[in-house]
């Protein structure tokens, strides 16, 4: 199998942007987590109605928009009228839904790492999303800077039929680590495993980091509560507010050098 891409994997992701911060999965909320000095964000990304690929997580509009009823119905002309800053506060105001290819670019111009979630909404094809995605994902940022994660595994399989492991390093997503998860690894030859740090136990640990994976959660913001998972072997957190990290440091011999 080809080899995965020299990964600098950071301590510490912004989880959807700067979420704690700014509106998640937004242009402004990537600059921010750019400003606070964080060089890699997680993202999600779905589909439009007329198959236009954006960052968003939900699927509907009503929690981050002044917009109602489901993504999947929208066309790109009727997102660009939505207003998906003013829920979180009046000085986000008049922010627009970010395309795929608005936060690429972003993202390139920036010199930042993704870990993009491909959101497979209700009676959507993981297959489509990934055709869509994959090809624009790698002519814009280098395997060094990438890590695609879903919880829909034929989405996943669908995308590491399109680049090997040494182009597209593929993350595997999942609420608790089953007794599965390494023969779930090795079929999309996995560079990493995502989880819920809630759900973590220091044994599990041990096989992901014993089996050569690197080994990522979401979404801890309490350091104080997350300090013995960085003992367990975690690389790292995927924090809606990285900047609360500061001041408790993983012990010294986890710190990359």
């Known amino acids: 199998m080809p080899p995965h891409p020299n990964i600098a994997l950071p301590r ?21 987590a750019f400003d606070i000095g964080c060089h890699w964000v997680e993202l999600d990304v779905q589909l439009l109605g007329d198959g236009t690929p ?24 009727e997102a660009r009228g939505l207003d998906v800053g003013s829920w979180f506060g009046d000085a986000f105001r ?21 870990n993009l979630e ?7 094809s993981g297959t489509e ?15 060094e800077r990438i890590i695609l994660s879903s919880f829909d595994l034929a989405a996943l399989h669908h995308a590491r039929s399109m680049a090997d492991a040494s182009r597209l390093p593929i993350g595997i997503l999942t609420e608790s680590i ?11 030859d996995a560079f990493s495993v995502h989880t819920d740090w809630t759900r973590l136990t220091a ?18 913001n309490d350091p104080t509560a997350f300090a ?27 710190v990359d050098s």
């Open 12 to 32: 510490l992701i912004a989880h959807r942007g700067l979420s704690a911060h700014a509106p998640e999965n937004t242009l402004t909320a990537v600059r921010a």
């Open 129 to 143: 999303l990934a055709d869509t995605v994959v090809p624009r994902l790698l002519e814009t940022l280098p395997p």
């Open 203 to 220: 044994r599990r640990a041990r096989e992901i980091k014993d089996a050569g994976y690197r080994l990522l959660c979401y979404t801890p």
């Open 228 to 254: 013995r998972h960085w003992r367990w072997g975690v690389d790292s957190a995927i924090s809606d507010d990285p900047a609360c990290f500061a001041g408790i440091a993983p012990p010294p011999d986890l």
């Open 94 to 114: 008049g922010e627009r839904m970010a395309t795929l290819a608005d936060m690429l670019e972003l993202l390139a111009s920036l010199d930042m790492g993704v």
């Open 178 to 188: 089953t007794q599965t998860w390494q023969s779930r690894c090795k079929a999309l």
């Open 54 to 77: 954006v960052i968003w997580h939900d699927p509907t509009l009503k929690r981050c928009s002044d917009g109602h009823g489901r993504l999947s119905r929208l066309s790109m002309d």
């Open 118 to 124: 491909l959101k497979v909404g209700r009676n959507r």
